[in-house]
């Protein structure tokens, strides 16, 4: 068996630098107290990077990670409060700062590209090389300690070192009881935030916490499962009254004395420029301030920002200036055209091989039967609801920026590379993000508000985009292709499956217009566009994934669950087509092939007979089933479909989820609720097409969203397990559109290939 | 040209100097600073705008501020008070609702103007009722909320029944989500 070792490839290449730094053991993430913002105001004490005491006994936990809906603060605080032993509700949240102790480290880890046999147990170099290589990327990580909320990985990340910090907190604040009282600290208790010993003293936090903040904390110990009050309950979110009493701070909601606002109007035709234009049409409109050309800044189009008293002015004036559009020198994009190189591609380019095991070509050339199915996926636009927008002062050569964002620090330095100024002269504010999935990855309308802002004299500016712009200058989810091919032995079993697909790579043009001074000189192969085609759990005796990373110009990002959002449509859907040709049942014929990968099983089982598969259904209506792991978490769906004329009805989706620990089953729930409908949108309604350059669809009229009445029930079961947390934000996602399209087949008769479905 | 507009906003009439043209949704959200209302999509497709006028649903981002002089302006900032939220608001946080929680406000104020005109909505008055966007996708719990809000909820486990009370409600509500086995709680 060989296969390809991506990442030491890769990382061969600084090797050498590598080897003698590696063998330092990672560094701490605990931090020190210094590392608080100073506010001399501020009557609380940092007894670490992560947790501050209020003089009233409460706590402080320094944020890092965004809220975009899927409930990261009410988690992280969950993991302070259990282990310090308070209630959720004193826990409070402030923005972290910008060291490294905040970085993800989980995210980048997950990035590698393992195949799921060397994650089981029992195969001993598969296990080592794994060890190794999250090694060292997990010290790579920790260095760049990028802030990041994306993939799936918060809660992964914070899982040791945010219930550590709080317990080493703790620690010292018993220390400084046992100090106080002079009774042993082994005989203290702690319940609800006040340290009591049985004699009869008894004192808050708030009372301990200065001197705590000298006392080393002893031997620091997590607690046990076993005595966990709060993690794995249901607990209420922190941010849902705010945001049912309209209080609730957007980006959008930002509001500072003497604010301005900007509409932007960029060229409709991607990676184009405006020619001439006349500004004075705009200048001469009630309510105007100024016109501000904007150039192609972090991957965006070229265009220009009118700023007026409100954004209703600004957008109205932005509206009515003629334009002399000048498409991009390279030529028009057209999607229509991307697609049919894409296609080509399949054929032409052997790619970068993911996965090879046994050998294809021999089991080919035995077949007694070959099926091949080539599957497509359109463009897809991210549609937050709330659009992109930024706030931005400029002044004395300082800049604060008030974004609703999903990398803080990049956005900093965006806004410190077009203002001229030094990184450590820009402050973020991180609002609420009404919706993210990606999206909000990109730093594009931070560099625009900096650059509107340097011509404000000082005032702060809103810049918006309107629902036109958001969707017409996204970084969509890449077109992809693949071709999948199967062949079948004498006995008519499935031997061997072979994937080539093709399609652009999101990471490196990240990285290019966003963390450009990470950016490598040459395409590494990108796991991101390849996930959930290589590392397919069935155990079929030849396999080999190959994918051609393509460039196609059109700008193209992270879209929830990113590759595997159209991957698993691809793979599942296939798997439907070869239990058919072998003749047998889809669950039977998918659970043959996991009898090595129990935690999969367990999860396709658990569906299955929540979902009462293989019970009758009322006429008209079908099952049908998916499986896929993405994030760390391994999700199956069982959905019931009837037909309702020219679209498909959904009823109910079973989703059965092993996601390691539980959290907060709640919000893992929600966060499955919500994927079942965004996948849903997206395999009934998304595409994007770009004509001309220009993308077609302008609103949510031509990109329409799933509604309420359209919504099946989602109804959410749990497999156990004592595992390190995986990601719950995005796995339920990719197992939808195929759950949907293989119960399509049973009453069409008709196989879904491409996005979104055509009946 | 901009003339003194007077609007009768949450029970108070306010002489408001903008552009009669203006839609209501800006001279909320940029001329009095009332940002509870979202903006979502500009052309009333997305609902994230809506208020209630005359005790109706209506998308303020497609509505000029001069159709609306002499009625009744509802927003989000007056569905309930801090001390005495509407049952809805309970019933939002009971079901657990919001996720990102953008379209939260208008998804309050339709809810709240389909209750005004059906007290005991069905799932269809509920379907036709409640058409804005959640891309978060949080709709299930919507339409639970409405019906533990309008007292309809049917009788399950005893709990979910009538009008939510300012009482903490059952963790996770009484949305369809199951915790059959969480491996952290092994008892």
């Known amino acids: ?68 809906g899927q409930g990261v603060h009410t988690a992280l605080s969950m993991l302070v409060a259990e282990e310090l032993d308070v209630p959720l509700g004193r826990v409070v949240l402030a923005q972290a700062g910008s060291d490294a102790i905040y970085g993800n480290v989980a995210m980048l880890v997950n990035g590698l590209a393992f195949h799921p046999s060397e994650l089981q147990q029992g195969d001993k170099p598969a296990a080592t090389k794994v060890r190794l290589n999250q090694w060292l990327v997990g010290k790579v990580a920790r260095e760049l300690g990028i802030h990041v909320t994306g993939g799936s990985s918060s809660i992964a990340d914070a899982w040791q070192p945010l219930r550590l910090a709080a317990a080493t907190a703790r620690g010292s604040l018993l220390g400084a009881a046992s100090l106080a009282w002079k009774l042993p600290v ?7 935030g006040v340290i009591s010993h049985a004699s009869g003293p008894s004192g808050h936090y708030g009372q301990f916490a200065r001197y705590a903040a000298s006392t080393p904390p002893g031997n620091v110990r997590l607690k046990p499962r076993k005595d966990w009050a709060l993690i794995g309950q ?65 991957g965006s189009t070229a265009g220009f920002a009118v700023v007026a008293k409100t954004w209703w002015h600004a957008q109205r004036a932005a509206q009515a200036v003629p334009v002399d559009w000048r498409q991009r020198p390279a030529g028009a994009l057209d999607s229509r055209a991307i697609e049919k ?29 070959k099926l091949e199915a080539t599957y497509s996926a359109p463009f897809l636009a991210h549609a937050t609801l709330e659009p992109m927008n930024c706030t931005a002062q400029v002044a004395d050569g300082k800049v604060h920026i008030w974004v609703p964002g999903q990398v803080p620090q990049i956005a900093a330095a965006v806004a410190a590379r077009v203002a001229g100024v030094a990184q450590e002269d820009v402050t973020v504010t991180v609002t609420l993000l009404g919706g993210g999935f990606g999206r909000r990855l990109e730093v594009d ?99 080999k994934m190959a994918h051609a990373a393509t460039r196609m110009s059109v700008p193209v990002g992270y879209w929830r669950s990113v590759g595997h959002s159209q991957n698993a449509f691809f793979s599942e859907g296939f798997m439907d087509e070869l239990a058919l040709a072998v003749g047998q049942d889809p669950l039977a014929f998918r659970r043959s092939l996991l009898r090595h990968l129990p935690r999969y099983l367990a999860v396709l089982n658990l569906a299955a007979a929540k979902a009462g598969w293989g019970n009758a259904l009322p006429a008209g209506q079908a099952r049908g089933i998916a499986l896929h792991e993405s994030f760390g978490s391994v999700v199956a769906q069982v959905a019931v479909v009837s037909l309702d004329g020219k679209l498909p009805r959904v009823h109910r989706v079973v989703c059965a989820i092993d996601c390691g ?11 499955m609720e919500g994927a079942v409908v965004f996948a849903l949108s997206a395999a009934l309604f998304g595409r994007i097409d770009i004509h001309d350059g220009v993308v077609q669809q302008k609103n949510f009229t031509a990109y329409p969203m799933l509604k309420l009445a359209q919504t099946p029930q989602v109804d959410t079961f749990f497999v156990s397990s004592q ?13 939808l559109a195929p759950a949907v399209a293989n119960a399509l087949y049973q009453l069409t ?11 | 040209m901009e003339s003194s507009v007077p609007l009768n906003i949450n029970g108070k009439t306010l002489h408001v100097m903008v552009d009669p043209a203006m839609p209501l949704l800006w001279v909320l959200r940029d001329v009095l600073n009332m940002t509870g209302t979202k903006f979502g999509c500009g052309v009333a497709e997305c609902g994230a705008c809506t208020v209630k006028v005359d005790g109706r649903a209506l998308r303020s981002c497609v509505t000029p501020v001069s159709s609306l002089v002499g009625k009744r302006i509802q927003t989000i900032e007056a569905l309930g008070r801090p001390d005495k939220p509407h049952p809805l608001q309970l019933a939002w946080i009971a079901e657990q609702v919001p996720q990102c929680g953008y379209c939260q406000s208008g998804m309050l104020m339709a809810a709240s103007a389909l209750l005004d005109k059906t007290p005991k909505p069905t799932d269809a008055d509920i379907d036709a009722a409640m058409t804005n966007i959640c891309r978060c996708g949080t709709y299930q719990r919507i339409r639970v909320a409405i019906k533990r809000a309008a007292g309809v909820l049917p009788k399950k486990d005893g709990r979910g029944d009538g009008p939510p009370q300012a009482r903490p409600a059952p963790l996770g509500g009484s949305a369809a989500h199951k915790v059959t086995s969480v491996g952290a709680r092994p008892t």
Not at chain 1, 30 to 41: H, I, K, T, V
Not at chain 1, 246 to 264: C, E, I, N
Not at chain 1, 278 to 298: E, T
Not at chain 1, 730 to 735: D, F, K
């Open chain 1, 234 to 298: 249901s607990t209420p979110r922190k941010d849902v009254p705010a945001k049912v009493n309209g209080t609730a701070t957007f980006g959008l909601d930002v509001r500072l004395p003497g604010m301005l606002y900007a509409a932007v109007r960029l060229c409709p035709m991607l990676g184009g420029s405006p020619g001439a234009l006349n500004a004075n049409v705009a200048l001469a409109m009630p309510g105007v301030v100024r016109l501000v050309p904007l150039q192609a800044w972090a």
């Open chain 1, 661 to 671: 620990t539980v959290v907060n089953p709640a919000i893992v729930a929600q966060q």
């Open chain 1, 1 to 68: 068996m060989k296969r390809r070792n991506l990442l030491l490839s890769g990382v061969g290449l600084a090797g050498a630098l590598i080897v003698g730094w590696g063998a330092l053991p990672a560094r701490s993430r605990l931090g020190s107290g210094n590392l608080w913002p100073q506010d001399l105001a501020d009557t609380s004490i940092a007894l670490n990077g992560w947790i501050k005491i209020t003089p009233d006994g409460g706590v402080v936990l320094a944020m890092a990670r965004s809220e975009m």
């Open chain 1, 749 to 759: 008769g008709k196989r879904q290939r491409a996005l979104p479905f055509v009946l």
């Open chain 1, 341 to 369: 190189n894409l296609l080509s591609s399949l054929v032409q380019e052997p790619g970068h091989i993911f996965h090879e095991q046994g050998d294809v070509d021999a089991a080919e050339a035995a077949a007694s039967r």
């Open chain 1, 445 to 543: 309308f931070v560099a625009q508000a900096v650059r509107v802002a340097m011509d404000c004299g000082g005032q702060p500016v809103q810049l918006i985009w309107s629902r036109e712009e958001d969707m017409t200058h996204d970084f969509y989810r890449p077109m992809a292709v693949a071709r999948l091919r199967a062949a079948l032995d004498a006995q008519g079993s499935v031997s061997s499956l072979s994937i080539q697909s093709a399609g652009d790579a999101i990471s490196p043009r990240w990285f290019e217009r966003a963390a450009t001074a990470l950016s490598s000189p040459f395409d590494m192969p990108d796991k991101t566009t390849a996930e959930g085609l290589f590392n397919l759990p069935y155990a079929f005796a030849h396999q």
């Open chain 1, 186 to 192: 082994a005989e203290l208790t702690v319940k609800n």
């Open chain 1, 723 to 735: 595992a390190p947390p995986g990601g719950v934000g995005e796995p339920g996602v990719p197992p």
